[in-house]
């Protein structure tokens, strides 16, 4: 596969919706000259709700769809994708470590910043109960601490644009005052939806504790990989055009349209692409 892959060919991004472009996003930011084609699969949002069965063949099924747009990578933006589709989207497309899950780089991350440190991870159901987190920090380092909510009203919440306002804020502090999450030192986003409430998250907590949004972690790991493998676009003197940012939704949706405009400047242009109808 390597061997003919090119640098100009656009990076392949997915998530059930909105959350994964905030990964986008902060792709975008520290590497400008790429092209990306992004996948959000509202047809099927929430994931979190949804077994890890189904949600290994929609995994499977949109990458298929972005190898065939030639991508040259593909990123999983997506926790819950990521726990249950990931080694399932490594072993069908063939594409190694061309394929990066949101997870690895987080793990990686509060390993080392917050050492033996009580961590929380906020989550969908189905990320929490795969376990993934504590699982991966583990691997790492065995004495960490770490404790997980599944917090399922956020995503759907977000996806409808209900953030920084009151309701969502109610929500959120009811979910943050359980007592598991007492006494943590970090507490990881573990939904790429998340980011968009960091805010709110970050002023319940004040000071006491470090929020971690992986999107910028993810990024830099998305750098390292496409250096290692001499994949980085180097750009022309053109810069990108229109059609070098392409966004599908597997159904169209309002909100998804709205809240895209937030994470990048020009006017999205959003094309349904139900790649469920065969
Ligand atoms: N953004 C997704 C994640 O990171 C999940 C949202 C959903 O439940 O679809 O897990």
Redesign the pocket.
Known sequence: MTTLVKPAQPIGIF???I??LTVAKAITKLLPNEKIIYFGDTA??????KSADAIKHYSIKIAEFLKYKNCKMIVI???????AGYKAVVKHTGMKDLIVN?IDPAADYVVKHFYRKKIGVI??K??VSSNVYAKRIARLDSVTDVVQLAT?LL??MI?EGFYNNKISQTIINSYLSKSKLNTIDALIL?????PLIKNEIQKFYGKKVAVVDSSEVVAQYVKTVLEKHGLLNPGTKFGLGKADRQFYVSDYTQSFEESSKIFFDEKVKLKQFNIWED
């Open positions: 998530d059930s919706g959350g994964g099927h949002m929430p994931y979190g709700e933006a997506c926790n819950t994708a990521s726990a949101v989550a969908t189905r990320t399922p995503a759907p996806e573990g939904c790429t939806h998340y």
